[in-house]
């Protein structure tokens, strides 16, 4: 579970915040009279739930907005509804309010977009190394309150070097995109896949212990072969598997641990799986 933006509120508090600072720019709107005028203030709960749910909501409350201001107008009008310029300012104020939810939609969208490719390797789609490390902080920190065990493995794509060599970059790709679906593919619901870099992949395992380990490896080891037997018998692949059932004390304890038995593997002659129990 990743931390939350910032900017981002939760549906549900933004609904309720979007009805109460309606229900107060109401309150506003009737006790500052005709003499104030404060038909801007409405799209503080329209801008509020545009952006943290949709813009079908934005637009509901324009709605809710509109009602409510010809509802009080003859509270503070002082008459102004019996005028025709009343009626095109209504009209001013809907049609602005569309176009500012609209431009507000639009930039959620782009910023849901930068944000998401901040997080994304391109080539792969997997997370980035950034995105994985931020993620699995959250999850080690939840798991250490918790006395839960979990694993990270540091996996690394042996004789990837030669692959670009021998068949070129776009064949190295493909082999990389190979590898990311297959994970993908093979992880359980929950499990963390990501790419770190170059030809390294990592998997974070939450609430596993070493018979679970046990059970897991065989399976994605075997995946992972088979699919690369169709394109790239050459390609080997070394695995180190930390699996922590005690508490470490820090996140780059963790990392340092699963990054040391994936070197260990490839020291000794590459292709293989080491896991530790710590």
């Known amino acids: 579970m990743e931390k939350r933006d910032i900017m ?12 109460i600072s309606l229900m107060a720019i109401v309150w506003v709107d009737i006790s500052s009279g005709a003499e104030i005028r404060i038909s801007s203030w409405y799209l503080i709960p329209l801008l509020l739930v545009t952006w943290n749910i949709n813009r079908i909501w934005g637009y509901f409350f324009t709605l809710v907005a509109l009602a409510i201001l010809l509802g009080i107008e003859p509270l503070v009008g002082a008459g102004a509804t019996r005028h025709i310029y009343f009626y095109f300012e209504t009209v001013g ?23 998401r490719l901040a997080r994304t390797d391109g080539l792969t789609g997997l997370m980035n190394r950034r995105a994985f490390y931020a993620s699995i902080e959250v999850e080690i920190a939840r798991r250490i309150r918790n006395f839960q065990p979990f694993s990270l493995l540091y996996l690394d794509c042996d004789n990837f070097k030669q692959v670009n060599d021998t068949l070129g970059h776009n064949a190295g ?16 619901h929950g499990d963390v896949v990501a790419r770190l870099g170059g030809d390294e992949f990592a998997i974070f395992f939450p609430d596993t212990n070493p018979a679970d380990i046990a059970s897991i490896m065989p399976h994605l080891k075997a995946a992972l072969q088979s699919a690369m037997q169709r394109g790239f018998p050459d390609a080997t692949l070394s695995m180190g598997v930390a699996i922590f059932v005690s508490i470490p004390p ?3 304890e963790v990392i340092m641990r699963a990054d040391q038995l994936m070197y260990r593997v490839k020291d000794s002659g590459k292709n293989g799986v080491l896991q530790q129990t710590f």
Do not use: G
């Not at 981002?8 to 009805?19: C, F, S, T, Y």
């Open 93 to 115: 104020r809907f049609a602005s309010y569309l176009v500012v939810i609209s431009m507000a939609s639009k930039l959620r969208q782009a910023y849901d977009r930068e944000k």
């Open 8 to 19: 981002d509120l939760r549906p549900k508090v933004a609904l309720v915040l979007a009805v």
């Open 173 to 188: 790709d493909q082999l990389l995109r190979l590898l990311a679906d297959t994970l993908k593919e093979s992880v359980r």
């Open 250 to 252: 820090n996140l780059d």
